[in-house]
């Protein structure tokens, strides 16, 4: 931001008015989002946009949610903030931990709670660490992911993630991280039968581990579907053939949650609709659907009993660790979802809606395929109908250019390489899910012209 452009408009002691809105989104060269309702932002303009991205894949629930203001309020009043260091602890976070341990179900009993996605990855990094040392097999660091997977932004997430770009500075990715393939099967497995293209991808994962010892493994994480890395839905049988991998080896199954989670999925992670069973589920946004920042992850009972019969101490915690207020904010957002039916509403009603709804893209001559499981959803723009060629070669930047479309046409999108990226509140009405896919349409059909003048790099 220019300073001292901003200093102008006097926003050091206070917002600037609403007409200066305008002014400091042209100023910051950043759309300023200055209030929302339900699934529709509003920004400096004035503009109102359907939000098709529920904010970062965080707001679940929509804007606008008074019950959420007033339970954070609440808790507020009666206790702002106690630390759960030193064996200490507040009534919203071991009600949250309670509500956490019911709806992940199974051996997943206990959670240690973070502020955020990253910070949740880094606990599953050291805690895994930690878990094989006091095995007795401190050997086992190596933690085994998938290209382009995003799992945060710190020296451990960025690593944990498959994101090219994040990785050739800072030397980056940190030692013990092997990235296999993503089962990506519209760029990588085009004219392969599905099953075999899943079976091809997980066959990597034990490859990699038999090169790098199965003894230095620790565990393998990843997203049932891959959201930042563009919406990636695996092919049939991909994550049942991954869990019987870790189990065959001892390695550790990590379902990272942080976009799937809290109904985006049809279920209430998304662990549960591809049947497999993680030892360690990192969670965030639509946790309090991104009100206020906490994370958790959600750990087996298997692990907790290790480190129970060990010293007894995970010596790891953050200052905002389950904070109070954070947490109070989290059980009222779950229990606007378990009230409104919305995992329901996204299994049987607005996902099957949503899905047909994007079949209408299909005949768009930009669109090479489309894909959604739940509320989330992705248009993979192509250069030669019925092929997956890519305007700019593999790595393409046609998303990004119809998203400013989309966005200048009234829809928040993301533009993630050659697709265009969808997840929207799970409250999302029809009417507006018809906007949606129109607005995409209209989009690509705007675009088409800058689409055809990108060159290959
Ligand atoms: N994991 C996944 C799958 C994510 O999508 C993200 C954030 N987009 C993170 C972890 C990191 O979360 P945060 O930004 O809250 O640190």
């Given at each position: 931001y220019n300073i001292p452009e901003l200093r102008r408009l006097d926003v050091e002691h206070?917002?600037?008015?609403?007409?200066?809105?305008?002014?400091?989104?042209?100023?910051?060269?950043?759309?300023?989002?200055?209030?929302?309702?339900?699934?529709?932002?509003?920004?400096?303009?004035?503009?109102?946009?359907?939000?098709?991205?529920?904010?970062?894949?965080?707001?679940?629930?929509?804007?606008?949610?008074?019950?959420?203001?007033?339970?954070?309020?609440?808790?507020?009043?009666?206790?702002?903030?106690?630390?759960?260091?030193?064996k200490t602890a507040t009534p919203p976070t071991v009600m949250l931990a309670a509500k956490l341990a019911e709806k992940l179900g199974g051996k997943l009993q206990h959670v240690f709670f973070n502020a955020s996605g990253s910070e949740a990855n880094d606990t599953v990094m050291r805690l895994v660490r930690y878990y094989w040392s006091l095995k007795g097999e401190p050997k086992r660091t190596v933690f085994i992911s998938r290209r382009n997977a995003y799992h945060g932004s710190t020296m451990a997430g960025a690593s944990l993630g498959g994101m090219a770009h994040m990785h050739p500075i800072g030397g980056l990715p940190i030692p013990g991280i092997e990235h296999v393939a993503q089962p990506y099967k519209f760029n990588e497995g085009f004219n392969e039968d599905e099953e075999a293209f899943g079976a091809r991808v997980a066959q990597e994962i034990e490859d990699r581990i038999i090169k790098v010892g199965p003894e230095n493994v620790a565990a393998f994480i990843g997203e049932v579907v891959q959201g930042a890395g563009g919406v990636i839905i695996p092919p049939k049988g991909y994550w049942k053939r991954v869990e019987a991998i870790c189990e065959k080896y001892g390695i550790l199954l990590v379902v990272d949650e942080v976009i799937t989670g809290f109904g985006r999925l049809g279920e209430w992670f998304g662990f549960q609709h591809f049947g497999v069973t993680p030892d360690l589920v990192p969670m965030a946004k639509g946790l309090s659907s991104g009100y206020l920042p906490i994370s958790a992850v959600g750990v087996s009972s298997d692990i907790v009993k290790v480190l129970r019969d060990g010293n007894g101490e995970f010596a790891h915690g953050y200052t905002y660790s389950g904070h109070p207020v954070a947490a109070a904010v989290a059980l009222k957002n779950i229990e606007i979802i378990e009230r409104e039916g919305l995992v329901e509403r996204v299994k049987n009603d607005a996902g099957p809606y949503f899905a047909e709804a994007l079949k209408r893209l299909e005949g768009d001559p930009l669109v090479g395929e489309v894909r959604s499981l739940g509320l989330i959803g992705a248009v993979e723009i192509v250069a030669k109908k019925g092929t997956n060629e890519r305007f700019t070669g593999k790595e393409g930047k046609a998303g990004p250019i119809v998203r400013d479309t989309c966005i200048k046409n009234g829809l928040m999108v993301r533009g993630i390489r050659d697709s265009v990226v969808m997840c929207p509140p799970l409250i999302i009405t029809h009417a507006e899910i018809d906007r949606m896919i129109d607005i995409i349409g209209r989009s690509l059909r705007e675009a088409e012209p800058a689409l055809r003048a990108l060159k290959a790099d």
């Amino acid at each position: 931001y220019n300073i001292p452009e901003l200093r102008r408009l006097d926003v050091e002691h206070h917002l600037p008015a609403q007409a200066n809105y305008a002014e400091l989104q042209r100023i910051g060269g950043s759309r300023i989002i200055t209030r929302a309702e339900g699934s529709t932002i509003y920004d400096g303009e004035g503009n109102a946009i359907l939000d098709g991205m529920a904010g970062l894949w965080c707001v679940n629930v929509g804007y606008g949610r008074e019950e959420l203001v007033r339970a954070a309020a609440e808790q507020m009043q009666e206790l702002p903030f106690y630390n759960t260091f030193f064996k200490t602890a507040t009534p919203p976070t071991v009600m949250l931990a309670a509500k956490l341990a019911e709806k992940l179900g199974g051996k997943l009993q206990h959670v240690f709670f973070n502020a955020s996605g990253s910070e949740a990855n880094d606990t599953v990094m050291r805690l895994v660490r930690y878990y094989w040392s006091l095995k007795g097999e401190p050997k086992r660091t190596v933690f085994i992911s998938r290209r382009n997977a995003y799992h945060g932004s710190t020296m451990a997430g960025a690593s944990l993630g498959g994101m090219a770009h994040m990785h050739p500075i800072g030397g980056l990715p940190i030692p013990g991280i092997e990235h296999v393939a993503q089962p990506y099967k519209f760029n990588e497995g085009f004219n392969e039968d599905e099953e075999a293209f899943g079976a091809r991808v997980a066959q990597e994962i034990e490859d990699r581990i038999i090169k790098v010892g199965p003894e230095n493994v620790a565990a393998f994480i990843g997203e049932v579907v891959q959201g930042a890395g563009g919406v990636i839905i695996p092919p049939k049988g991909y994550w049942k053939r991954v869990e019987a991998i870790c189990e065959k080896y001892g390695i550790l199954l990590v379902v990272d949650e942080v976009i799937t989670g809290f109904g985006r999925l049809g279920e209430w992670f998304g662990f549960q609709h591809f049947g497999v069973t993680p030892d360690l589920v990192p969670m965030a946004k639509g946790l309090s659907s991104g009100y206020l920042p906490i994370s958790a992850v959600g750990v087996s009972s298997d692990i907790v009993k290790v480190l129970r019969d060990g010293n007894g101490e995970f010596a790891h915690g953050y200052t905002y660790s389950g904070h109070p207020v954070a947490a109070a904010v989290a059980l009222k957002n779950i229990e606007i979802i378990e009230r409104e039916g919305l995992v329901e509403r996204v299994k049987n009603d607005a996902g099957p809606y949503f899905a047909e709804a994007l079949k209408r893209l299909e005949g768009d001559p930009l669109v090479g395929e489309v894909r959604s499981l739940g509320l989330i959803g992705a248009v993979e723009i192509v250069a030669k109908k019925g092929t997956n060629e890519r305007f700019t070669g593999k790595e393409g930047k046609a998303g990004p250019i119809v998203r400013d479309t989309c966005i200048k046409n009234g829809l928040m999108v993301r533009g993630i390489r050659d697709s265009v990226v969808m997840c929207p509140p799970l409250i999302i009405t029809h009417a507006e899910i018809d906007r949606m896919i129109d607005i995409i349409g209209r989009s690509l059909r705007e675009a088409e012209p800058a689409l055809r003048a990108l060159k290959a790099d």
